[in-house]
Protein backbone atom coordinates (compact mmCIF):
# COMPACT_ATOMS: atom_id res chain seq x y z
CA UNK A 1 0.00 0.00 0.00
CA UNK A 2 2.55 2.53 0.44
CA UNK A 3 5.02 2.18 -3.14
CA UNK A 4 4.54 5.42 -4.49
CA UNK A 5 2.93 3.67 -7.56
CA UNK A 6 -0.48 4.73 -8.93
CA UNK A 7 -3.27 2.09 -7.63
CA UNK A 8 -3.68 0.93 -11.26
CA UNK A 9 -0.32 -0.17 -11.54
CA UNK A 10 -0.71 -2.64 -8.40
CA UNK A 11 -4.05 -3.77 -9.06
CA UNK A 12 -3.01 -4.78 -12.19
CA UNK A 13 -0.08 -6.77 -10.90
CA UNK A 14 -3.03 -8.34 -9.06
CA UNK A 15 -5.05 -9.34 -11.97
CA UNK A 16 -1.78 -10.35 -13.82
CA UNK A 17 0.07 -14.10 -14.15
CA UNK A 18 3.63 -14.47 -15.09
CA UNK A 19 2.21 -15.26 -18.47
CA UNK A 20 1.71 -11.00 -18.91
CA UNK A 21 5.50 -10.77 -19.19
CA UNK A 22 7.72 -9.77 -21.91
CA UNK A 23 11.08 -10.20 -23.02
CA UNK A 24 12.50 -6.74 -24.89
CA UNK A 25 15.90 -5.77 -26.09
CA UNK A 26 16.66 -9.08 -26.61
CA UNK A 27 17.82 -8.30 -30.14
CA UNK A 28 19.84 -5.52 -28.66
CA UNK A 29 21.32 -8.31 -26.11
CA UNK A 30 20.37 -6.11 -22.95
CA UNK A 31 16.86 -8.44 -22.27
CA UNK A 32 14.82 -6.99 -19.77
CA UNK A 33 11.63 -8.23 -18.82
CA UNK A 34 8.60 -5.85 -18.59
CA UNK A 35 4.62 -6.17 -18.31
CA UNK A 36 3.17 -7.15 -21.71
CA UNK A 37 0.87 -4.12 -22.81
CA UNK A 38 0.50 -2.18 -25.77
CA UNK A 39 4.19 -0.56 -25.54
CA UNK A 40 5.87 -3.97 -24.58
CA UNK A 41 3.78 -5.31 -27.84
CA UNK A 42 4.82 -2.73 -30.68
CA UNK A 43 8.49 -2.86 -28.94
CA UNK A 44 8.65 -7.05 -29.54
CA UNK A 45 6.59 -5.53 -33.26
CA UNK A 46 9.70 -3.53 -34.01
CA UNK A 47 12.51 -5.62 -32.83
CA UNK A 48 10.54 -8.67 -35.34
CA UNK A 49 10.78 -7.19 -38.56
CA UNK A 50 14.08 -8.25 -40.52
CA UNK A 51 17.64 -6.39 -40.31
CA UNK A 52 19.28 -5.04 -37.25
CA UNK A 53 17.34 -3.08 -34.53
CA UNK A 54 18.87 0.27 -33.31
CA UNK A 55 17.74 1.59 -30.08
CA UNK A 56 16.79 4.58 -31.74
CA UNK A 57 13.52 3.27 -32.81
CA UNK A 58 12.84 1.87 -29.56
CA UNK A 59 14.00 4.91 -27.42
CA UNK A 60 10.69 7.02 -27.73
CA UNK A 61 8.78 3.91 -26.72
CA UNK A 62 10.83 3.17 -23.74
CA UNK A 63 11.96 6.08 -22.39
CA UNK A 64 12.24 6.09 -18.68
CA UNK A 65 10.19 9.46 -18.27
CA UNK A 66 7.52 8.31 -20.42
CA UNK A 67 7.00 4.93 -18.20
CA UNK A 68 7.68 7.24 -14.88
CA UNK A 69 5.33 9.76 -16.09
CA UNK A 70 2.52 8.02 -17.60
CA UNK A 71 2.37 4.95 -15.97
CA UNK A 72 3.72 4.87 -12.62
CA UNK A 73 2.58 8.62 -11.57
CA UNK A 74 -0.84 8.82 -13.86
CA UNK A 75 -1.57 5.25 -13.95
CA UNK A 76 -2.22 4.33 -17.63
CA UNK A 77 -0.57 0.62 -17.41
CA UNK A 78 -0.75 1.15 -21.50
CA UNK A 79 1.34 3.96 -22.15
CA UNK A 80 4.87 3.62 -21.16
CA UNK A 81 6.88 0.52 -20.37
CA UNK A 82 7.25 -1.00 -16.37
CA UNK A 83 9.49 -3.64 -15.23
CA UNK A 84 7.67 -6.57 -13.68
CA UNK A 85 8.58 -10.22 -13.10
CA UNK A 86 7.55 -13.47 -12.97
CA UNK A 87 6.70 -12.93 -9.60
CA UNK A 88 4.16 -10.97 -10.27
CA UNK A 89 1.69 -14.32 -10.79
CA UNK A 90 2.15 -14.79 -7.18
CA UNK A 91 0.92 -12.03 -5.98
CA UNK A 92 -2.94 -11.91 -5.06
CA UNK A 93 -3.76 -8.37 -3.25
CA UNK A 94 -2.16 -5.20 -1.93
CA UNK A 95 -1.55 -5.47 1.66
CA UNK A 96 0.81 -2.76 3.70
CA UNK A 97 4.07 -3.48 5.05
CA UNK A 98 3.29 -4.54 8.60
CA UNK A 99 0.47 -6.66 6.84
CA UNK A 100 3.35 -8.61 4.41
CA UNK A 101 5.58 -9.24 7.16
CA UNK A 102 3.03 -10.17 9.74
CA UNK A 103 2.00 -12.57 7.46
CA UNK A 104 5.80 -13.64 6.14
CA UNK A 105 6.28 -14.47 9.94
CA UNK A 106 3.29 -16.18 10.69
CA UNK A 107 4.32 -18.39 7.58
CA UNK A 108 7.54 -19.16 8.62
CA UNK A 109 6.64 -19.98 11.93
CA UNK A 110 4.10 -22.62 11.04
CA UNK A 111 6.55 -24.01 7.99
CA UNK A 112 9.01 -24.53 10.66
CA UNK A 113 6.80 -25.64 13.24
CA UNK A 114 5.88 -27.92 10.81
CA UNK A 115 9.06 -29.10 9.49
CA UNK A 116 10.35 -29.26 13.19
CA UNK A 117 7.36 -31.91 14.19
CA UNK A 118 8.26 -34.22 11.14
CA UNK A 119 11.63 -34.22 12.23
CA UNK A 120 10.54 -35.24 15.96
CA UNK A 121 8.25 -38.00 14.47
CA UNK A 122 11.14 -39.12 11.88
CA UNK A 123 13.36 -39.77 15.11
CA UNK A 124 11.05 -41.41 16.80
CA UNK A 125 9.83 -43.59 14.75
CA UNK A 126 14.15 -44.29 13.86
CA UNK A 127 14.61 -44.90 17.70
CA UNK A 128 11.41 -47.55 17.41
CA UNK A 129 13.16 -49.37 14.57
CA UNK A 130 16.78 -50.07 16.17
Known amino acids: KEA ?3 ENVKQ ?3 ESSELDTALIFRTLKNTARI ?10 DIEGRPGDTDFSD ?3 L ?9 VLEK ?8 TAGL ?19 NDAEAIIGQRLANMLVDDDAAQQRA
Open 87 to 105: VMGLINDIPSCAELIERMV
Open 4 to 6: PVH
Open 62 to 70: VAGKRGREN
Open 58 to 60: LQP
Open 35 to 44: YKNAIAREVL
Open 12 to 14: KMV
Open 75 to 82: GDTDDGVW
